[in-house]
């Protein structure tokens, strides 16, 4: 049995900004602990990358068996970064530079980290 989340920014302001209806950020931390403390395979989906999502691979160390993760790929999102000033952070550099990141400090953390794109 695998048990997963989707967590897709450290940051709790960024979370509600694209996803006001889904659980706080510790409370999925807490829940994904939880399961993979008690012998359940778990891992967590970070998608779509969202600004300060690479804080939490820190974070999920000892938590989780392994990592997914994937770029931003709807475009209606699009306003909401224009919105808040973070159009740098919805193109391919960025999510290519933060992915890299990503999967460099789950190697350095020992834990697998998957591609979606």
Not at 70 to 78: G, I, L
């Amino acid at each position: 049995m695998e048990v997963g989340l989707s967590i897709t920014s450290s940051n709790d302001e960024i979370r509600k900004v694209f996803e006001p209806n889904a659980p706080p950020i510790m409370e999925r931390l807490r829940t994904i602990e939880s399961l993979h403390q008690n012998g359940i395979k778990t891992y967590v989906m970070i998608a779509p990358i969202l600004p300060e999502a690479e804080n939490l691979i820190g974070i999920l160390v000892g938590k989780v068996d392994y990592i997914i993760i994937d770029r931003m790929n709807y475009s209606h999102a699009d306003k909401i970064y224009e919105k808040h000033g973070w159009n740098e952070k919805n193109t391919d550099d960025y999510f290519n530079g933060i992915g890299s990141r990503i999967a460099n400090d789950c190697v350095r953390l020992g834990i697998e980290c998957r591609s979606a794109y």
